[in-house]
């Protein structure tokens, strides 16, 4: 079954980062690409950025490209994602589930939004 777990989140000033995890398990990572989501109140959900373990490709959306980084640690069962250099605007709940991740693009899977293997997430709040 799936299971994600996302942690890392908080209170920052802008141009403050933070460092979010999201823990899954073996065999998720082993089937499946992962990326992060995030959704803020009155938007919609938005991906934010994946990567590809077969050959470590990496996708970010336009508005994070330069400021944002995602890893894995495959022996932890982690993936990361770095947010630097944070804005207002990256205000929101992120959260992370299996995607299929190119460079130029990540496809949620079929059951995206009904799916019951969403975590919690965790609150990113950016303000002065």
């Known amino acids: 079954q799936l299971q994600f777990v996302e942690s890392g989140g908080g209170l920052v000033q802008p141009g403050g980062s933070l460092r979010l995890s999201c823990a899954t398990s073996r065999r998720t990572l082993d089937n499946w690409h992962i990326g992060w989501f995030r959704q803020a109140p009155g938007k919609d959900d938005e991906g934010v950025s994946c990567?590809?373990?077969?050959?470590?490709?990496?996708y970010y959306e336009d508005s994070v490209k330069g400021r944002f980084a995602i890893s894995m640690d495959n022996a932890k069962n982690i993936v990361y994602l770095q947010i630097n250099n944070l804005k207002p605007d990256d205000t929101a709940v992120y959260r992370c589930?299996?995607?299929?991740?190119?460079?130029?693009?990540?496809?949620?899977?079929?059951?995206?939004?009904?799916?019951?293997?969403w975590g919690r997430g965790t609150q990113v709040t950016v303000s002065s």
């Open positions: 990567i590809s373990k077969t050959d470590g490709t990496t």
């Open positions: 589930a299996p995607v299929l991740c190119t460079a130029a693009q990540m496809v949620p899977s079929a059951q995206h939004r009904g799916a019951d293997y």
